[in-house]
């Protein structure tokens, strides 16, 4: 804020000079030049008298000539008096009027309303870099669940449509170059309540730069960085990012489950869906030869991926060259009928359009439709803009990069565990998915699971905490029954519990609690309510133990005393 | 040889040259102080001060205060002459112009210290 004062005085000298220069040469002629008063007498001026009149003279009020009629000196002296007054009025109101409109000027009170916001923010919060369709997705969604944000764009246009959207909290909003440290730590990077930088810049590049910034100047700091390529994946690992997601590596690997182990596609689809959005009905896509159009990241990914399964793929790619396609791939945009069939499509089972363009993904799976209607599509929309149109086409699967890379990004961000729990479910046979499927099923009904996490510290669950200290033992479905009817249990299932000798995946209801495990839950929402009042208070956590209703009141507890 | 650098010193030491002029003299008799000099010493000062706008050193910060303390002085002055003058209709007594020319002669030590910080400033600037 300084700055600009500094800036603002720096330019309003001259203006200023000028001003108090025209005032006293004004005010002296007036004293200097001979006149006479009402009987005739010769009179000069004095200085009060002469500020008076310059004062109304300059403001172009203009009482008139006091306190006696003006000679025909002092008139040709008080016309050259308002010409220069009005002149160094404009002059100075114009320069003000400029200062204000500076485009620099205005980026420094922007810079400084935006840290005086980072600085005054209560809890901790995200960086966001990038508000495109995964940035405003996910921002949306976090502020939705009373996190707060901070956002860095540097188009204008992201800025302002962040200005009007009705978000839960204020979102600060810089428009800027996230890869400058400057930026960043003006967004707050070194703040002690900021938990991490998400970059969704929608370039490797600029995303590599801000994780290499992050890292060095905040090592505290968890860094999202999505990725498109895998060399510059790697690059971001050696040092130290902690999350890279790569939206097209997740599609592939996922859909290429759908074939053969369709319950393990919906453990990862379930687990990091949004809260309460409906299930996911699942269709299995048919084994067979698809045709895969676009040999790009996504295609690339999808190919590997369809290959480790066994399936195979015609390819169609407009630019076979750069792509470096292997061979036998058709040259084409896939669009028209004649590469289509060209590719057997009348006897494939299913066709991918995975092109970096919606219009022409679009087109390539209405064409193929109509050449074969049984056909299975899968379409990649790369704009969020274009909602209406894909769901109207009424694709059978349709990928979207930007919500991908932002519901990964929002689980590990709501649950941190559920990064282990993922590999290690990706370990397991798909019997266990299946069971896992249906218990969850069983306990969600039809919205899809909230996950979150509990830690067994006594900051988080001090009723738990004062148990294990008396060495009594607390079992995990102590923490799930429901506090009025513990033998009614709560919609949850305990997903993994996270201690110093080992992870347990699924862990038994019955397994007791150690001080410092982390527990990954998933259930229902309002389950959540009900576990959070079990950990915090004494009473209900002794009834879900023990069976007994103790009395809360000094009274009752003295007279109960006699009883028991 | 920088012409905003000369220009600054000038009106500095300028308006301590003028306000000396209208301070010298028997510090009660009206004879002795002029109006003009006193509205130049002012007017000056005035300039001295937006001058000095806008400098973020420490010594820049200084040099603005001193001038402001200046203006403040040389302000109230006049204003104590205008208000004998044409508010309470009376003649200046020995006693209204010992006033007025004491604040000015408080004027007179801040720009004292302005010029003096000018020096001190141009004698440890060093290439």
């Given at each position: 804020m300084n700055n600009v004062i500094y800036l603002m005085l720096r330019r309003m000298r001259l203006p200023l000079i000028l001003l108090v220069l025209t005032y006293a040469i004004s005010i002296l002629g007036l004293t200097l030049i001979p006149g006479v008063d009402d009987q005739g007498n010769p009179w000069r001026m004095d200085f009060f008298h002469a500020i008076y009149f310059v004062s109304f003279l300059g403001s172009t009020i203009g009482f008139g000539e006091i306190p006696y009629p003006f000679t025909g000196a002092q008139r040709m002296w008080t016309t050259f008096v308002i010409y220069a007054a009005v002149i160094s009025w404009l002059y100075a109101i114009g320069s003000i009027l400029t200062l204000i409109q500076d485009p620099g000027l205005r980026r420094v009170l922007a810079l400084s309303s935006f840290s005086r916001q980072v600085r005054r923010l209560p809890e901790q919060f995200f960086i966001v870099c990038g508000y495109g369709d995964a940035g405003s997705w996910l921002v949306h969604e976090l502020t939705e669940r009373g996190i707060y944000c901070v956002v860095i764009d540097q188009d204008r246009d992201n800025i302002l449509s962040l200005e009007v959207e009705d978000l839960h909290t204020d979102v600060p909003g810089l428009q800027g170059d996230?890869?400058?440290?400057?930026?960043?730590?003006?967004?707050?990077?070194?703040?002690?309540?900021?938990?991490?930088?998400?970059?969704?810049?929608?370039?490797?590049?600029?995303?590599?730069?801000?994780?290499?910034?992050?890292?060095?100047?905040?090592?505290?700091?968890?860094?999202?960085?999505?990725?498109?390529?895998?060399?510059?994946?790697?690059?971001?690992?050696s040092f130290g990012t902690d999350h890279i997601i790569d939206p097209f590596e997740i599609f592939a690997s996922r859909f290429s489950l759908m074939f053969h182990a369709p319950s393990m596609y919906l453990v990862y689809e379930w687990m990091t869906a949004v809260h309460n959005a409906p299930l996911s009905e699942l269709k299995t896509p048919p084994p067979g030869t698809w045709v895969l159009c676009g040999y790009g990241r996504f295609g690339k990914s999808v190919h590997e991926y369809l290959a480790l399964k066994g399936i195979n793929t015609r390819l169609i790619e407009a630019d076979v060259l750069t792509t470096a396609a292997p061979e036998g791939t058709i040259a084409g945009r896939g669009t028209e009928a004649g590469t289509l069939l060209e590719a057997d499509i009348k006897v494939a089972a299913g066709v991918i359009a995975g092109t970096d363009d919606d219009a022409n993904n679009l087109s390539i799976l209405i064409t193929a439709r109509d050449l074969n209607p049984e056909l299975f599509t899968v379409g990649r929309q790369n704009l969020r803009s274009k909602d209406e149109i894909f769901q109207a086409a009424r694709i059978d699967l349709t990928m979207q990069p930007s919500v991908i890379t932002a519901q990964q990004i929002l689980s590990l961000i709501l649950a941190p565990l559920l990064d282990d729990f993922l590999r290690l479910a990706s370990e397991q046979t798909e019997e266990w998915a299946n069971l896992l499927v249906s218990r969850v099923a069983g306990v969600v009904e039809d919205v899809a699971p909230t996950l979150w996490d509990l830690e067994?510290?006594?900051?988080?669950?001090?009723?738990?905490?004062?148990?294990?200290?008396?060495?009594?033992?607390?079992?995990?479905?102590?923490?799930?029954?429901?506090?009025?009817?513990?033998?009614?249990?709560?919609?949850?299932?305990?997903?993994?519990?996270?201690?110093?000798?080992?992870?347990?995946?699924?862990?038994?209801?019955?397994?007791?609690l150690r001080g410092g495990d982390q527990l990954l839950l998933c259930g229902r929402e309002e389950a959540r309510a009900h576990?959070?009042?079990?950990?915090?208070?004494?009473?209900?956590?002794?009834?879900?133990?023990?069976?007994?209703?103790?009395?809360?009141?000094?009274?009752?507890?003295?007279?109960?005393?006699?009883?028991? | 040889m920088n012409l905003e650098k000369v220009l600054f010193a000038f009106f500095t030491i300028l308006a301590l040259t003028l306000n000396f002029g209208f301070f010298v003299g028997d510090v009660d008799n009206p004879a002795h102080h002029n109006a003009y000099e006193l509205f130049a010493a002012l007017v000056v000062s005035l300039v001295a001060t937006i001058m000095k706008f806008g400098d973020r050193a420490h010594i820049g910060a200084l040099l603005l205060a001193t001038s402001l303390v200046a203006d403040l002085q040389l302000i109230t002055a006049a204003l104590i002459w205008g208000s004998t003058l044409y508010v309470m209709d009376q003649q200046l007594t020995p006693a209204i112009t010992a006033s007025i020319v004491s604040l000015s002669g408080g004027a007179l030590l801040a720009n004292l210290i302005s010029v003096l910080l000018l020096v001190v400033e141009t004698v440890t600037f060093r290439r």
């Open positions: 996230a890869t400058e440290s400057g930026a960043l730590i003006s967004a707050g990077l070194k703040h002690h309540l900021c938990r991490g930088v998400i970059c969704l810049t929608g370039s490797d590049n600029s995303n590599l730069e801000i994780a290499i910034t992050s890292k060095l100047l905040a090592p505290g700091v968890a860094v999202f960085c999505q990725s498109d390529y895998s060399d510059s994946a790697a690059n971001m690992l067994v510290s006594p900051l988080h669950m001090p009723t738990v905490f004062d148990c294990l200290i008396r060495s009594e033992e607390v079992r995990i479905e102590h923490l799930c029954a429901n506090p009025r009817n513990r033998s009614d249990m709560l919609p949850v299932v305990p997903l993994l519990l996270k201690r110093d000798t080992g992870n347990i995946l699924l862990p038994a209801m019955d397994t007791p576990v959070d009042h079990i950990m915090h208070d004494h009473r209900a956590l002794h009834y879900t133990r023990t069976g007994i209703d103790r009395p809360s009141g000094t009274v009752w507890r003295r007279l109960m005393r006699g009883r028991t | -």
